[in-house]
């Protein structure tokens, strides 16, 4: 991966004449974005609203986003990655063959006016969903749409952000990116980051079963992830920081209850658009915080003098 070139939601708002959604479905899952960032409001360079823009929603069925969408595409599974590599090449303006682009289930025509569409708009953005980097392909999927985005600027202005899905998933990969230079999988057994997805990925980690005993903060992979690693959990030692009772917490070795986050404990939370929002707690709580409990684990570690080195090697695996 190169990076992205990105935005925040507010400059969505105000500057982007040009929507897509690829392989998610905001109108369920993030009810409030179409009214509060992208399609609804009137923005500054955008006094008409939805008169102003343009909405592409790209998915393997139609979905109630399908709904408030300009244009549909529906592709086949698993094509994503053709379909963006076909893309690409159109924007550029090489030849595509037209046999393998009617594999992903769009018709060369499609494909030509899409590419027309993105690079005459003024500003453009693209939102990708878990359809896109959990299925077939995964990362390189993402990959791929990132660099569409920033291939896409030698045009116009475009913009691309992951649709995230559990609260805070952009805070944890801001905090890998500011001490390892990596958003996620990323292996430290040897003292430096190692970035590489699919291999040291917390999926791929488990499903191998490469891991022996698991730390889970405010996190339900078991209610989430693939059986063989939800069946990996439940073999090895299994530790549980959430305020709440979940499926990962029910085949847990260890549940230890925490404060709520921004309800009875103080944080930092981060937007999809990576925007951080501190959060003040309204309620008191007997339970202490997730970083009470975590710099006690640190400490009952380092207590072990004779296991020191193996355990620091351990701690070192994200």
């Not at 060369?108 to 005459?120: F, S």
């Not at 953005?125 to 749409?145: C, D, E, Q, Y």
């Not at 992951?162 to 990969?173: E, I, K, L």
């Not at 990323?186 to 590489?196: A, D, E, H, K, T």
Request: glycine letters at 8%; a positive charge.
């Amino acid at each position: 991966m190169g990076g992205k070139v990105s935005a925040t939601l507010g400059e969505i708002k105000n500057r982007a004449d040009f929507i897509m959604y690829w392989g998610g479905n905001p109108a369920e899952c993030h009810p409030r974005h179409f009214t509060r960032y992208t399609l609804i409001p009137k923005g500054k360079f955008l006094p008409n609203g939805r008169k102003d823009r343009t909405m592409v929603l790209v998915d393997i069925r139609e979905t109630a986003s399908a709904r408030a969408a300009d244009q549909f595409l529906q592709i086949r599974p698993g094509k994503d990655f053709e379909l963006i590599t076909a893309l690409r090449a159109v924007v550029k303006g090489l030849p595509v063959d037209d046999a393998l682009v009617a594999q992903t289930g769009i018709t060369t025509e499609t494909l030509h006016d899409l590419a027309r569409q993105m690079k005459q708009c003024r500003f453009g953005v693209i939102f990708f969903g878990m359809g896109l980097s959990m299925t077939r392909g995964k990362h390189m999927n993402s990959a791929a749409i990132l660099t569409l985005a920033t291939e896409l600027n030698a045009f116009t202005k475009f913009v691309t952000l992951p649709m995230r899905g559990h609260g805070n998933v952009t805070g944890s990969d801001m905090v890998m990116r500011w001490n390892t230079g990596y958003p996620f999988g990323v292996n430290l057994s040897r003292g430096y980051p190692r970035f590489n997805p699919g291999e040291y990925s917390t999926i791929d980690l488990l499903v191998r079963g490469d891991t022996d005993a698991t730390l889970v903060l405010g996190a339900d992979p078991g209610a989430t992830m693939p059986q063989p690693a939800i069946e990996h959990l439940a073999r090895t030692p299994t530790i549980v920081l959430d305020p709440k009772v979940t499926h990962t917490s029910k085949l847990a070795r260890v549940h230890i209850t925490t404060a709520a986050t921004g309800v009875s404990a103080p944080g930092t939370v981060y937007r999809m658009d990576e925007v951080p929002m501190p959060l003040r707690p309204a309620l008191k709580s007997p339970y202490p915080t997730d970083e009470e409990v975590v710099l006690k684990i640190i400490e009952a570690v380092n207590r072990k003098a004779p296991f020191a080195p193996r355990a620091e090697s351990m701690m070192r695996t994200v």
